[in-house]
């Protein structure tokens, strides 16, 4: 053996030495600090620890559980709230803008089939829907001139008569079964025109801003003209570049929601056209046969009020009574609010049903309180939208939540990413 290797032995020699000493070191001061067994005291066993699916720490364990649900549901609540103000408050800074947009998805809705069947004529995109929206621009511009007209024709005549029930009705006040004396229908007359002079300043303010407004009002209708062209044009191409924009795993879920929604918002504007044609057709023919005057007006009133479903043709309806009880007196106006009563019932538990269908069926409450919300946020338009946004939003969320066959845990699928495209 060479000296190289004996001085690497000696070395290797110590130093295994001198870990083992370290080692038993180490072993000895662990026993020394252990403490000596009690035989009369034992440790308490540990408890053991609460698991819950719903809860990060035991903290959230000690509390109730219908506590922890009610309060999780309280703060999404909240965040929802909150979200939701924030939303309708930004609608109502651009409602210059949303609303015109609002009506004119409507009228690209109830104009999309005409621009098919004439894409289907071999007719160019741009053409087809400049032909319809002019198609349509002059077929409401013809209705509102023959209305308008004839109520200015009439005005006249029709302040008459409507001086002659007033009258009217002062005389059944002081014989009918009221018995008012002449100075207490005096008296009621002029509370009334207090109340007018009142509010003079109110109702001129008013006009005063309406007329400012008119500048808006033109260019809100050009921007519908324009949107509505663009929508019937470039629609389906608008509606990809928004899916493109969301992420590739939920571009096919809001895809198809989009089409059955946009499909269910056709449905809706078609069938609502076809039911205010209806309303107006069998009010007005009551009218005509009746000798109300202004029946071709007070038919355009109908079928423009049964738009706001429910409470539209009644308030329009109604309007056709008064000018009956003005015109011809209490019985024909007891006529016609039975025609009026008789046209509602078939509208709403014949022409609803089978007109509407399943696809837009919305129960009768959702659309009261659709409609006064509508109503208390926006005015006309807002009770105008409320009910196609509803029945939007309806298929939308159904459609969304739809349940889809689940895939085996062994399956392979192939191509998955094929979908999204």
Known sequence: MSRFQRVRDNLRRAYDSGRES?????????????????????????????????????????????????????????????????LLHFVGIVSFVVIPLAIALLLSALLAPAVGWLLRLKLNRSLATFLVLIFGLAVIAGTLTLVISQFIDGAAELTQKASDGVRQIQQWLKTGPLHLSDAQVTQAINNAQDWVNAHTSQLTSTGIATAATLFEVVTGMLLVLFSTFFFLRDGRKIWRFIVRLLP?????????????????????????????????????????????????????????????????????????????????????????????????????????????????????????????????????????????????LNTGVRRLSRSRPEVPPNAVVVGGTSATN
């Open 248 to 392: 590739v795993n939920a571009r096919w879920s809001v895809a198809d929601a989009g089409d059955a929604s946009w499909a269910t918002l056709g449905s809706y504007v078609r069938a609502t056209v076809l039911v205010a044609f209806i309303d107006a057709v069998g009010i007005g023919t009551a009218l005509v046969i009746l000798k109300i005057p202004f029946p071709f007006p007070l038919a355009a009133l109908v079928f423009l009020g049964a738009f706001i479903p429910i409470v539209g043709a009644s308030v329009s309806g109604a309007v056709a009574v008064l000018v009956a009880l003005v015109d011809q007196g209490w019985v024909i106006a007891l006529i016609v609010l039975g025609a009026v009563i008789l046209v509602q019932q078939v509208e709403g538990h014949v022409l609803q049903p089978l007109i509407m269908g399943r696809a837009v069926a919305i129960h009768p409450l959702v659309v009261i309180i659709g409609i006064a919300c509508g109503a208390t946020l926006a005015g006309i338009i807002g009770a105008l939208v409320a009910v196609p946004l509803i029945a939007v």
């Open 22 to 86: 370290v080692r038993q070191a180490r072993a000895d001061e662990g026993v020394a600090g252990r403490p000596e067994p009690d035989d009369d005291f034992e440790p308490p066993p540990r408890p053991p620890e609460v698991v819950h699916d719903s809860t990060i720490s035991q903290d959230d364990a000690e509390v109730p559980h219908s506590l922890r649900i009610a309060a999780a549901w309280s703060w999404r609540l909240i965040v929802v709230g909150v979200v939701g103000w924030a």
